[in-house]
């Protein structure tokens, strides 16, 4: 049964940092496509960060370029998303997602969702 499991979230002032996990089990994380998307209230879940081949590829959304970083550990089967420079516009319950096909994660329907981490970032 695969499972992914958030934490990491929490309430920081703007400029500040956090450092999302995401633990898989079921499967390799190694072996999936692999990504974090976010969803503030009463607005649509957005793409936020894309990890492939284990790294050997990442994406951006515009909005966290340069200011997020998706990594993966494949020893401990983990993906993370390291947030610095937080604004109160990345306030939203953060997901990590996975899916065999690339363009099924890139289009946010992937097959295997966590449960979400709230991040809240105060101005």
């Known amino acids: 049964r695969v499972q992914l499991v958030e934490s990491g979230g929490g309430s920081v002032q703007a400029g500040g940092s956090l450092t999302l996990s995401c633990a898989a089990s079921?499967?390799?994380?190694?072996?999936?496509?692999m990504g974090w998307f976010r969803q503030a209230p009463g607005k649509e879940r957005e793409r936020v960060a894309l990890?492939?081949?284990?790294?050997?590829?990442?994406y951006y959304d515009d909005s966290v370029k340069g200011r997020f970083t998706i990594s993966q550990d494949n020893a401990k089967n983990t993906v993370y998303l390291q947030m610095n420079s937080l604004k109160p516009e990345d306030t939203a319950m953060y997901y990590c997602a996975a899916d065999a096909g690339l363009s099924q994660l890139v289009l946010g329907r992937a097959r295997y969702w966590g449960q979400g981490t709230q991040v809240t970032v105060s101005s």
């Open positions: 079921g499967y390799y994380v190694s072996s999936y496509y």
């Open positions: 990890i492939i081949n284990s790294g050997g590829s990442t």
